[in-house]
């Protein structure tokens, strides 16, 4: 690093991980209408508002069951129980994600199998799933991470060919699109027996709280969902199975149903900053840019590079002086959270997750970015490297 100034100095005072803001300036009529509207009738929960937005969510992702619920955490464990799994039974998860995906494992007294992931998408892939097949495993829980969907196909094919559910943890790549190798297309989250996600703010399709929700195609898991979610129950105080208290409200509700109206707009301005980011970056050696996989488009949750774990560090703190904000998507791989340290099944060394956790950082990206920004943020990691 020569310790040059990088220029611009002024555009990155209003650089921002997320902008949150900015984005809400942008459809501020049409939210704050929803919202009255919610204020004005009282429809606070189970408003008309709330079967609205999973009706259309639905109708978006081409699921035949939407249902909402509290939070993307809610929604993992609501789908888990709607297998009606055993204390003991195996689920396969990644090494490599955040702390929700084994968390739900964890608290229903599941066995979490943590496998590493694939070195190009960070995402599990058929062979490591097949490895990690024993008669006790149930489950498997692909991660769509930072916004491109694992390998299902080959993923789907292995747990076919051992009658093992498939639960897609879609939270960072709603809007993303799977190609199957007979050019047949469906969105994250509808490939599996039941696909996940969340609303948290910060999320693609985000609302002002939290938010969550299950999708299926089946009748059958997308009635024992909504009874889970509903405390166990289909009619009032007739209670057939456990479940918990997980309900999206009606103004996130009214707040989803408006944005999603953006979500390929927004999708759109994602692709077109990681594109000026690969372009401005693509000279600096030091740095590989995300991998796209052919089989899935990248929605960019997160615009995630690799740098030389030595320097990452230093980086950070450089950009840190810059005014530019960066993050560590996920610094310490779940075997070794203490929480998970004596909980399951870890298959392998995990070298790749190992290395992962010492190599990625995270840049700004959200629908409001502008070349000035990326420019500015590029040629900072540019300056830091030459």
């Known amino acids: 690093m ?3 100034e990088a220029p611009n100095k002024k555009v990155a005072e209003v650089i921002q991980m997320v902008d949150l803001k900015g984005q809400y300036a942008k459809i501020k009529p049409s939210i704050d209408a929803a919202i009255q509207n919610c204020l004005d009738n009282a429809t606070f929960i189970k408003g008309p508002q709330v079967a609205q937005f999973e009706a259309q969510l639905a109708d978006y992702l081409g699921a035949n ?4 619920c509290g939070n993307g955490t809610d929604a993992l464990q609501i789908a888990m129980m709607a297998f009606g799994l055993k204390p003991g039974d195996e689920v396969i998860v990644p090494a490599f994600t955040y702390v929700a995906t084994a968390e739900a494992i964890g608290l229903l007294g599941l066995t979490p199998v943590m496998v590493d992931v694939d070195p190009l998408t960070f995402n599990l892939n058929r062979e490591l799933v097949e490895a990690a097949i024993t008669p006790k495993t149930k489950l498997v829980v692909p991660v769509h991470l930072f916004g491109q969907c694992a390998d299902m196909e080959g993923i789907l094919d292995v747990c076919a060919a051992h009658q093992i559910a498939v639960i897609e943890d879609a939270a960072q790549a ?4 799977y190609r199957f ?10 490939l599996g027996d039941i696909g996940t996600t969340s609303f ?40 057939e199975m456990i479940g918990i208290n997980s309900r999206l409200d009606s ?6 149903t408006e944005k999603l ?9 994602r692709q077109k900053a990681a594109s000026m980011y690969d372009a401005a970056l693509a000279e600096v050696a030091a740095v590989e840019i995300p991998f796209r996989a052919d089989f899935s488009t990248h929605v960019f949750h997160q615009y995630t590079l690799k740098v030389p774990a030595q320097d990452r560090e230093g980086l950070q703190e450089y950009l840190r002086q810059r005014k530019i904000p960066s993050m560590i998507y996920y610094p310490v791989p779940l075997n070794q959270q203490k929480a998970y340290q004596h909980l399951g099944r870890v298959m ?38 030459s």
Do not use: W
Request: glycine share 8%.
């Open 2 to 4: 020569t310790g040059v």
């Open 65 to 68: 069951h939407v249902v909402s």
């Open 174 to 177: 709603i809007g993303a699109t």
């Open 181 to 190: 190798v007979d050019g047949t297309t469906k969105k994250a989250g509808t």
């Open 200 to 239: 948290f703010p910060s999320k693609n399709l985000g609302c002002y709280g939290d938010g969550g929700a299950v999708y299926t195609q089946s009748p059958e898991l997308a009635r024992k969902a909504r009874m889970i979610a509903n405390h166990g129950q289909e009619k009032k105080y007739i209670h």
């Open 251 to 256: 103004l996130q509700a009214a707040i989803l």
């Open 261 to 269: 109206r953006y979500l390929d707009e927004y999708t759109h301005a």
């Open 348 to 385: 392998g060394n995990l070298a790749v997750t190992q290395e992962l956790c010492k190599q990625v950082i995270s840049l700004p990206m959200h629908t409001e970015m502008t070349e000035a920004h990326i420019a500015y943020i590029s040629e900072a990691i540019a300056t830091y490297f």
